[in-house]
C-alpha cells in the first residue's frame, strides 16, 4: 500500500543524497541545497490531453520470470511514471504521496537537457563543434582542455583523468564532485573550490578523441561553453531558450555550487509532466505547438544528429554495449539504444529517465529513487519494461 513519504527527522545538508533519506529529499531540494531558478516565463502552458489507459496490467518476462508493469514501477521505486502516445497521456502514476506539481531530481537526465540548450547554440553557429573548448571558453587555454573539441564533449570521449566508475567509493572523483559542486556540504577542505577551479586543474590520462567513458565533469564544461557564448549565467539561458518554450507548467531548479556554477550535469530538478513536455519537444524534433501555434525550439537537424548512424561513436561505445542494440553508441548527451530507429533516453542514477521512442511515437518519463545510487537489476527492469510498453503501443 502506498504511503505519504514524510521528511526524516535527520536529514540535512550532508547526507540528503542517500538512502533512506534521499526518498524525500529528491522532492524537497530547493529546501536542502544552493538552488537557482529555471523560469518557465508567462507564456501558455502547453496542454497534455489525457486519454487514460490501464497499462499497469501489462505483462512482460524478464529474467526468466514474469511481470506486470505495476510489478516493476514497485520494485524500481518508482515516484511518478508518465507516458504520451501520439502526444496523448495515456499512463499518469504517483506513489508515495508524490504530486503532479511536485519538483523532482533529475540528476543526470540533466545532461540531455544541457546538450539540448547546446544545440540552440550550435543552430545559431554561436557554437561550433569541431572548435575547441578553449576557442569558446578562453579562461580554459593552456589547461588540459586544450586540443578537445565540442564533438569530444559532446560524446564523452575526452582524456580527462576523472574517475567516475565506483560510486560505492567516497573517494572517487564522482563522489568527490558532489562536495565540490555543492550537492552537500563541504567535509573535505583540500578539495578545489568550485567547479570551474576543478575543471582547470583537472589532467588528462590520455588523448581527446578515444572511447567514451562516462564522466560527469564534461558537462559541466558544457555548461561553461553555453554560459560564455550565451553570454549569461545558465538558468537564466536554459529558462529563455528552452523552458519558457515548451509549455511549461512550472518553474525548474537547478542546483549551483559556492560560486553559482550550474551543476548541469546532474542538479536540475523539474516536475513530471514537465519532463514529459520537454520529451515531446524532442520527439517532435524540436518542434512545439501551442493553441494552434507552432514553434522550432531546437533546430531539427540537432535531433537528426542522434538518429544519423556514426560507426565511429558505435565503436567508441562498444564496451558498454547491450547485444540487444548492435548499433548502440552515446551522442549529444543521449544514451542510445538504435540510431536509425530513433529509440535513445536520458538517464540519470537512483532510477532517473526520459526515454524517446520514435517507432510507437511514445514519450516517457519515470522518476524513482533507488536506494543505491546505481542498481543495475534496477535498472534492467525498467529498461525491459519501457521496451516492452513500446513494443505494445508499436503494435
Not at 586540443?147 to 575526452?158: K, N, S
Not at 559542486?181 to 570551474?196: C, E, F, M, N, W
Not at 556514426?310 to 548502440?328: G, R
Request: glycine content about 8%.
Amino acid at each position: 500500500m502506498s504511503e505519504v513519504v514524510v521528511r526524516p527527522a535527520n536529514v540535512g545538508e550532508v547526507n540528503w543524497i542517500d538512502a533512506p533519506y534521499n526518498r524525500w529529499a529528491f522532492r524537497h531540494v530547493r529546501e536542502l541545497t544552493r538552488t537557482a531558478r529555471i523560469s518557465r516565463g508567462d507564456g501558455p502552458v502547453r496542454p497534455l490531453p489525457d486519454a487514460p489507459s490501464d497499462l499497469t496490467r501489462l505483462t512482460f518476462v524478464h529474467d526468466g520470470r514474469p511481470w506486470t508493469l505495476r510489478e516493476a514501477l514497485d520494485a524500481s521505486r518508482t515516484d511518478a511514471y508518465l507516458v504520451l502516445h501520439d502526444g496523448e497521456l495515456i499512463t499518469e502514476a504517483y506513489f508515495d504521496g508524490f504530486r503532479p506539481d511536485d519538483t523532482h531530481l533529475l540528476m543526470s537526465v540533466s545532461k540531455s537537457l544541457t546538450s539540448v540548450l547546446a544545440g540552440v547554440y550550435v543552430g545559431r553557429r554561436l557554437i561550433e563543434l569541431d572548435a575547441t573548448v578553449p576557442e569558446h571558453v578562453p579562461g580554459l587555454r593552456g589547461t588540459s582542455w586544450d586540443g578537445c573539441t565540442i564533438e569530444h564533449l559532446l560524446a564523452m570521449r575526452t582524456g580527462t583523468d576523472f574517475d567516475e566508475d565506483d560510486y560505492a567509493n567516497p573517494e572517487s572523483a564522482g563522489c568527490l564532485i558532489e562536495e565540490v559542486s555543492g550537492y552537500v556540504q563541504r567535509t573535505r577542505h583540500h578539495l578545489p573550490a568550485d567547479t570551474p577551479t576543478w575543471i582547470r586543474q583537472l589532467p588528462n590520462v590520455r588523448d581527446h578523441g578515444g572511447p567514451f567513458q562516462y564522466r560527469s565533469i564534461i558537462t559541466d564544461v558544457l555548461a561553461w561553453v553555453i554560459e560564455s557564448v550565451g553570454q549569461g549565467r545558465f538558468h537564466e539561458l536554459f529558462g529563455s531558450e528552452v523552458w519558457s518554450r515548451i509549455g511549461a507548467e512550472h518553474d525548474a531548479d537547478i542546483i549551483v555550487d559556492q560560486s553559482g556554477f550550474p551543476v548541469a550535469e546532474g542538479g536540475i530538478c523539474a516536475t513530471a509532466r514537465d519532463l514529459l513536455r520537454f520529451g515531446q519537444m524532442v520527439l517532435d524534433d524540436g518542434r512545439v505547438e501551442i493553441g494552434g501555434t507552432v514553434e522550432q525550439v531546437v533546430p531539427a537537424s540537432w535531433f537528426g544528429r542522434i538518429r544519423d548512424r556514426q560507426q565511429d561513436l558505435i565503436d567508441a561505445y562498444a564496451s558498454y554495449a547491450d547485444a540487444a542494440f548492435p548499433d548502440a553508441c552515446y551522442r549529444d548527451m543521449w544514451w542510445v539504444d538504435d540510431p536509425v530507429s530513433g529509440i535513445f533516453s536520458a538517464n540519470g542514477i537512483n532510477g532517473q529517465h526520459l526515454t524517446i521512442h520514435h517507432p510507437s511515437r511514445t514519450v516517457i518519463a519515470k522518476l524513482s529513487v533507488w536506494p543505491d545510487r546505481m542498481d543495475e537489476s534496477a535498472y534492467a527492469l525498467s529498461h525491459a519494461a519501457t521496451l516492452a510498453l513500446c513494443a505494445e503501443l508499436t503494435g
